[in-house]
């Protein structure tokens, strides 16, 4: 009931949900955002009217006490859930940070200025992860001190071990292509065992679906006949004394 309550205000919410204006979707929405203005909005509209849809169902005091809760701690929860825009944001940048390294290092080890090395891989891989690389080439244009722009782009969870490799590179004095050669071979190691790890994953997340479809027939054909053949007797027997 809760569940079938939850689907209609959903609905509801998302029918009412307020159209962008052609000038706010013309400027820049940043991806790394969880919820917007708007699906904020959407959110509390929606823990709203589960609130109310609780109380109206079950009344007295726990359908109060229920709704209050949900209408308070939904939004919450949902704030917390990651757009699809930020979730595949973040995987392109973790594909990126490999070979960003790699053409980093090759950069470098030309000769080429950081900076100009920057902009060139910035450049040749593109977006998402030229936006960051752009702004540590701004700030690093502008004379702010190397360690604070690169600490920067340690704000891209993706893009962190780059930020630390440039850090322990002029904390040691080692040539940060070199120290960028290490960084990119442990980054695509990270990658293949993630992507070993989701494959195993999805080998075990496929048992649900396949259960969830064979043990009721399972229950229905094999368990629920023997049981009743079982259990027949014993009721005509009892009926017929």
Known sequence: MILAACSAALAV????RPSPSPRR???????RARLSLADARVARVVSIAVGL???????GLLGIVAGVLLAVLLPM???RL????ARDRREALGRQAAPTADLLAACLASGAPVSSSVRAVAEAVGEPVASPLRALV?????GADPATAWRALAAEPALAPLARAALRSSETGAPLSQVLRGTAVDLRREQRARADAAARASGVKAVGPLAACF???????GVVPVVVSLALPLITGSLGT
Do not use: Q
């Not at 979707?25 to 991806?31: C, E, I, N, V």
């Not at 849809?53 to 009344?59: L, N």
């Not at 701004?138 to 502008?142: E, F, S």
């Open 82 to 85: 990651e757009s699809r825009t």
């Open 77 to 79: 929860a949902l704030g």
């Open 215 to 221: 043990l009721p027939a399972f229950l229905l054909l």
């Open 25 to 31: 979707s013309l400027a820049p929405r940043d991806p």
């Open 138 to 142: 701004d700030a690093l244009d502008l």
């Open 53 to 59: 849809v609780v109380v109206i169902t079950w009344g």
């Open 13 to 16: 919410a998302l029918l009412i």
